[in-house]
C-alpha cells in the first residue's frame, strides 16, 4: 500500500513539473518565473529521493538512492559547471530548438538559427578595403535560406563611437570555407569591434563591451542586465544554463529523466549484486 502511494506521489510530482515546464516554454512574459518554479519543483523532489534514501527500506530505499544519485549529479553536473566550457546536453537542446520551434520563444528560437548559421562555413572575398556595412551586408546575403531571410545584424553606434569607427570603417577579409564565426571575428577583432548573438539578433559592437560580458543594449531596449560568456571556440554563448529559461527547463527534465532511470535501475541492479554475492 505504501509503495502505491509513493508511485502516486511521484507520478504527481512529474505531472506538476511538465505543466510547469510548458508553461515556461509558452510563456512571453513570466517564462523565467516559471521556470525557476520547475527548477525548485525538481530540487524538491530530488531532495525527497535523499531522504527517502537514508530513511525508506527495502526496494523503496534502493529507488530513492537511484534517483538521488542520478537526477542530482546531472544537476550538480550542470549548474556548477564553467560558463566557458561547452555542455554537451545544452548543444543537444539547442539542437532540439531548431528542430522542433515550438518548444522555445521566437526570440530564443531565432537566435539559436543565428548560433547555427555561425557555425556554416562562409565565403567572404574582399581583398580590398571594403566599408565594413557592406561586408556585413554580404553576410546577410549570404545566410538567406529558401523561405526565410538572412540573420539579422544590428551595428550599435554606440560600440562604434566607443571603438571610434564608423559604418564606412574599412576592412579587408579573403577566406573560403571557414565558418562564419572565425570569418566575422577575423573582421572584426581588427579594428576593435566583436558581436554578441542576442534576442534573435546579431550585435555588432566594441570589443571592450563584449569582452565584459555585460549587456550593452539593455537600456536601449529596456531589458535588464544580462551575462554572456565565451566559450572555448571564441564564440559567444547563447546564455548561460543559470539564466536562460528554456535550457533551465531542458535540463530539469533531463534531471527527472535521470532520476527516473536511476529508481528503475537500482533496484535491478542491486538483486544482480545480491545474486551475485550469493553465488559467491
Not at 511521484?10 to 513539473?17: D, F
Not at 550593452?216 to 547563447?238: H, S
Request: hydrophobic share 45%; aromatic share 8%.
Amino acid at each position: 500500500m505504501r509503495r502505491r502511494w509513493i508511485v502516486i506521489a511521484a507520478a504527481g510530482w512529474a505531472l506538476l513539473v511538465l505543466g510547469t515546464s510548458v508553461v515556461a516554454l509558452r510563456s512571453s512574459g513570466n517564462s523565467g518565473f516559471w521556470a525557476g518554479a520547475t527548477f525548485l519543483l525538481v530540487l524538491a523532489g530530488l531532495g525527497l529521493a535523499g531522504v527517502g534514501a537514508f530513511a525508506a527500506r527495502g526496494r523503496i530505499r534502493r529507488s530513492c538512492t537511484g534517483a538521488a544519485l542520478l537526477g542530482g549529479g546531472y544537476l550538480v553536473l550542470v549548474f556548477s559547471h564553467s560558463p566557458y566550457l561547452p555542455l554537451p546536453t545544452s548543444q543537444l537542446l539547442h539542437g532540439l530548438r531548431l528542430g522542433f520551434p515550438w518548444l522555445a520563444s521566437p526570440n530564443a528560437v531565432a537566435s539559436a538559427r543565428i548560433l547555427d548559421e555561425l557555425e556554416r562555413p562562409i565565403a567572404l572575398e574582399f581583398p580590398e578595403p571594403t566599408p565594413l556595412k557592406d561586408v556585413l551586408e554580404s553576410i546577410r546575403r549570404a545566410t538567406e535560406r529558401p523561405g526565410r531571410p538572412g540573420i539579422p545584424i544590428y551595428l550599435d553606434p554606440s560600440g562604434l563611437q566607443e571603438a571610434e569607427k564608423s559604418p564606412d570603417t574599412s576592412v579587408t577579409i579573403d577566406v573560403r570555407g571557414v565558418p562564419l564565426k572565425t570569418a566575422l571575428r577575423a573582421v572584426l577583432r581588427p579594428i576593435g569591434m566583436d558581436y554578441v548573438v542576442q534576442d534573435g539578433l546579431l550585435f555588432v559592437t566594441s570589443q571592450d563591451l563584449a569582452d565584459i560580458g555585460e549587456n550593452p543594449f539593455a537600456e536601449a531596449f529596456g531589458q535588464q542586465d544580462q551575462r554572456r560568456y565565451p566559450d572555448e571556440a571564441g564564440r559567444l554563448a547563447l546564455s548561460p544554463e543559470l539564466e536562460e529559461p528554456y535550457l533551465i527547463v531542458g535540463h530539469c527534465l533531463l534531471a527527472m529523466a535521470a532520476a527516473g532511470l536511476g529508481a528503475y535501475a537500482a533496484p535491478i541492479l542491486a538483486r544482480g549484486s545480491d545474486a551475485i554475492r550469493d553465488v559467491g
